[in-house]
């Protein structure tokens, strides 16, 4: 029986996870893998890579085979081309992960993957720590992968396939809510639906305005986990955010016991207002001490 090759290791381990886009800081990191999991006489390679530039004779010998292809636009990353479990055209998301392999999908984006609206956003929106990785790993990787390994570095694109990439960046506390879906097989780092909500109503400019997002609140009401949600509130550490998701639930009849503190200290004030970024208005909540200033149809009659 003949031993295995390092592009066949690696073209393995992206069929497993139906990656059809490799990047030179994943195909280290999948060599590697297979370095301390295939044993020495079974493998045609006897060295472990340290550094990305210890596979990039490899990735341009891929390339000659072509195994792989550079992808336009993105010359650094490649598109795979060999028999494959995923078919169909490449994911901008998965080129996107490639480039910035820490970034979170938010706002618009996580509210379409959701199902907390069906509106199609123009671009992609997603949370960036401004520290560069927020102390995270690189998506579908593990603690072990990077140990004597430096970190990529990463990139945030003008557009991926045409799309724009709306990035916003946060401080690394505020770098939470998110979870790793697999709706196509390879990992993808989404804001959770409580936190989604959350940022709607921190940002509805982000999320196709304030309209969309009381839509969300309404369709979304029995989708979120309320401990949940009430944590991720007081974990931002935002008064008026509390004044602003306990009217909107309030609103929909629901019920937690966190509302009854936070309608206790709520306080009137310049800033305490539905929306941010509108200006005040007369219409006052009195329970909340919130100025009422955008229509709220949306939340009693939630676009289907």
């Known amino acids: 029986m003949s ?9 393995e381990q992206l069929a497993s996870e139906q990656r059809h886009v490799l990047s030179a800081w994943r195909a280290l990191i999948l060599l590697r893998r297979a370095t301390f999991a295939i044993a020495p006489h079974e493998r045609r390679w006897n060295r472990l890579p340290q550094h990305i530039e210890d596979v990039s004779t490899l990735l341009r010998q891929m390339r000659a085979r072509q195994e792989l292809r550079a992808i336009p636009r ?11 479990a995923r078919q169909g055209f490449l994911d901008e998301r998965e080129i996107l992960f490639e480039l910035h392999p820490y970034a979170i999908f938010s706002h618009m984006s996580a509210m379409l993957f959701h199902g907390l609206t069906t509106d199609q956003p123009k671009g992609m929106t997603i949370t960036v720590s401004a520290d560069t990785t927020g102390g995270l790993l690189p998506i579908g990787t593990t603690p072990r992968d990077w140990e004597g390994v430096v970190s ?19 401080k690394p506390e505020w770098l939470f809510g998110f979870a790793d879906y697999q709706p196509l097989g390879f990992t993808m780092r989404y804001t959770t639906p409580e936190r989604t909500l959350i940022d709607g109503l921190l940002n509805p400019e982000l999320c196709g305005g304030i309209t969309t997002v009381l839509g969300a609140w309404a369709g979304g009401k029995d ?32 019920m937690h016991p966190k509302l009854e503190e936070w309608r206790r200290t709520a306080k009137r004030g310049g800033s305490s207002r539905l929306v941010g970024s509108e200006p005040f208005a007369s219409t006052f909540d009195e329970r909340w001490n919130l100025s009422i200033n955008t229509p709220i149809d949306a939340l009693h009659d939630p676009a289907p």
């Open 74 to 84: 993105h010359p650094r990353l490649n598109e795979v081309f060999v028999p494959y």
């Open 3 to 11: 031993s295995i090759t390092a592009s066949a290791a690696i073209l």
């Open 152 to 170: 990529p570095s990463p990139a945030i694109p003008t557009r991926v396939l045409g799309r724009p990439i709306l990035p916003r960046r946060v």
């Open 223 to 254: 989708l979120v986990d309320l401990d949940v949600l009430a944590y991720q509130v007081e974990r931002l550490g935002v008064k008026v955010l509390r004044q602003r998701v306990g009217y909107i639930l309030n609103e929909l009849d629901v």
